[in-house]
């Protein structure tokens, strides 16, 4: 998908590039002399963006006018380390699936096993998700979160970037910035053709009747735009609550009678762990009645943030080869399940966790390792020690991980929902489709959690 070359191997990259810090400097100067050129600017893309249907579950889509721009190099790079990491994905989904000590890292899906372990033929496993990461200070794209689970802005984020090309803007008047090397900018149906790619691939056939799927009417965001989509490449599609389909002997259909071929599910799994109401969908998903995407393990395995503690453990590590391991050492931040006992932590030396997770408050994370949206996020840097000594004794009772903090770059930008120019964090996340490179979104906020439900704002993503 990636119109790019790629390089032969991944590389060190600088994080900023010239036109960014070029924007960088143009925004710091119109900030002081000529703050409402940059606010006329941001109203008329705010405009746009809610012209063109994009939101964010009712609220205003928070597309920003100061976009992240981007070198080839860097593209290259994030590029190239997204689409390996989907295939390491790949080596963790099978080794859940035969190891017992990778399933106890997962003790919440205990009793789905039988589910998620029914592994689809076709590769790769995981065909729709967003990486999430940051730049290290060692120059590499880290992965701190893999969101294998119906991901936000699949469409969304492409179309913005259109919108956000087309509006006048004293911040980049001058610059050669792109946005169509990136697939699903240059092609807004790029998610659901891929959709289709994947119902071809498993059955040979041309997909005929669709359904996205949620449960008890949450995270519908996103979804009308999926629907029509499909509609727009040929396929009769609709949103369906889980309970509006029956499983029958030919197969799973909708209210209206009709065979569903292929489902999308657009769902917390959170919400399903123990409800009778999903037996039948679960069965027929995992059975493989019905082209499901993603599988069960994807929506609940590997997208909990206990995979990177299967990655980063070097428990593990005969299970992947050189090259894999050496891509795990530079891409993915050291990771455990918070739990009592010993292990090791980023140089390999010998500790006792609980007590090294006390001790080392300014270098961790601690975060749910199956919410979203930044829920009970800790950052520990920026977490009082009181708040921080009761989170451990939760952790250590829940299923909750431990991550290496990364230290993300900061950019400037306006924040149109409080109608401040400031400074704050940013993160890149890298949508691959297909085991491909799909594009970018760029998140910042003034939260050390970087994320929308939580007044974060989206930079357009723009290649030099």
């Not at 590769?123 to 729709?128: A, D, E, K």
């Not at 917390?268 to 123990?274: K, L, P, T, Y």
């Not at 993160?427 to 490179?437: E, K, P, Q, W």
Request: hydrophobic share 40%; proline share 5%.
């Amino acid at each position: 998908m990636t119109t790019w070359s790629k390089p032969a191997a991944i590389a060190t990259v600088p994080a900023i590039s010239e036109a960014d810090a070029q924007i960088e400097r143009r925004l710091c100067e119109l900030a002081t002399c000529d703050s409402a050129s940059i606010w006329e600017a941001q109203d008329e893309l705010s405009s746009a963006i809610a012209e063109a249907g994009m939101h964010f579950e009712g609220r205003a889509y928070p597309v920003c006018l100061r976009p992240l721009a981007i070198d080839c190099g860097l593209a290259n790079h994030l590029s190239a380390t997204a689409e390996v990491v989907i295939n390491l994905l790949d080596v963790a989904a099978a080794l859940y699936c035969g190891n017992e000590d990778v399933q106890d890292l997962f003790p919440t899906y205990k009793h789905l096993r039988h589910w998620i372990t029914c592994l689809p033929k076709d590769r790769p496993i995981v065909r729709i998700c967003r990486l999430d990461g940051l730049i290290g200070d060692d120059g590499y794209y880290k992965i701190i979160e893999t969101n294998t689970g119906g991901p936000g802005g699949v469409i969304q984020n492409g179309v913005a970037a259109n919108v956000w090309s087309r509006i006048s803007n004293p911040l980049t008047h001058g610059l050669s910035l792109d946005v169509d090397k990136q697939p699903f900018a240059k092609d807004p149906n790029c998610f659901v053709r891929e959709l289709v790619s994947a119902y071809r691939a498993a059955t040979g056939s041309e997909l005929r009747n669709a359904a996205v799927v949620n449960f008890r009417g949450r995270y519908t965001n996103e979804v009308d735009w999926i629907v029509n989509g499909l509609i727009d490449v040929g396929a009769k599609a609709s949103l369906l609550d889980m309970s509006e389909i029956k499983r029958t002997p030919r197969g799973l259909v909708g209210p209206d009678g009709e065979l569903i071929e292929l489902v999308y599910n657009k769902l917390d799994v959170r919400d399903m762990i123990d409800s009778v109401e999903c037996i039948d969908y679960l069965d027929a998903c995992a059975a493989q009645e019905v082209v499901s995407i993603n599988p069960w393990i994807a929506e609940w395995i590997l997208a909990d943030k206990a995979i990177l503690a299967v990655l980063s453990d070097e428990r593990f590590s005969s299970n992947f080869n050189a090259e894999q391991i050496e891509i795990i050492a530079r891409h993915i931040p050291w990771t455990r399940l918070v739990r009592a006992g010993a292990t090791t932590d980023p140089e390999r030396h010998r500790i006792e966790l609980l007590g090294y997770i006390r001790e080392n408050k300014a270098n961790l994370v601690l975060k749910p390792s199956n919410a979203t949206r930044g829920e009970h996020v800790l950052v520990g840097r920026v977490t009082s020690s009181k708040v921080w000594e009761e989170h451990i004794d939760r952790a250590a009772r829940n299923p909750y991980v431990v991550q290496e903090y990364v230290r993300p770059g900061e950019v400037t930008a306006p924040h149109p929902p409080s109608r401040l120019i400031k400074k704050m964090p940013y993160g890149i996340d890298c949508y691959v489709f297909g085991g491909r490179l799909a594009g970018f979104q760029s998140r910042a906020s003034f939260d050390a959690v970087m994320n929308v439900g939580r007044s974060g704002i989206l930079l357009p993503v723009a290649i030099d």
